[in-house]
C-alpha cells in the first residue's frame, strides 16, 4: 500500500492549495478515503471523507464551505480544493484509508 500526497506549500491568507494523493497497492475505487491534518504540537485531526464512489462526502465543522474532497477513480487519486485558507489551515495534510493507513504528508502553511 502506498500513499504519495503532493501539492502542499506556503500561501498568503486568502488563498488557495489543491492536494492531491495518488494511491496504489490497493483498490482504490472500493475505499472510502480521508484527509487528516496535524498541526505542530497538536495531535491529528480529521478534516473530510468520501465514500468509494465518491457520492458522499463529509467535512469536520472547522473547514466546512471552504474546503472540498473529491476524487478520481480512474487515476487513483484523492484531491483536496482548499480555498480561503487561514492560519488555523497550517498543518501536515495526509491521504488516509479507511484502516488507517497514511502517506508521508504534504505540509500547508498559511501566513497572515
Known amino acids: 500500500v502506498q500513499l504519495v500526497e503532493s501539492g502542499g506549500g506556503a500561501v498568503q491568507a486568502g488563498g488557495s492549495l489543491r492536494l492531491s494523493c495518488v494511491v496504489s497497492?490497493?483498490?482504490?475505487?472500493?475505499?472510502?478515503m480521508s484527509w487528516v491534518r496535524q498541526a505542530t504540537g497538536k495531535g491529528l485531526e480529521w478534516v473530510s471523507s468520501i465514500y468509494s464512489d465518491g457520492s458522499n462526502t463529509y467535512y469536520a465543522d472547522s473547514v466546512k464551505g471552504r474546503l472540498t474532497i473529491s476524487r478520481d477513480n480512474a487515476k487513483n487519486t484523492l484531491y483536496l480544493q482548499m480555498n480561503s485558507l487561514g492560519s488555523e489551515d497550517t498543518a501536515v495534510y495526509y491521504c488516509?484509508?479507511?484502516?488507517?493507513?497514511r502517506g508521508q504528508g504534504t505540509q500547508v502553511t498559511v501566513s497572515s
Open positions: 497497492g490497493f483498490t482504490f475505487s472500493s475505499n472510502g
Open positions: 488516509q484509508k479507511g484502516d488507517g493507513s
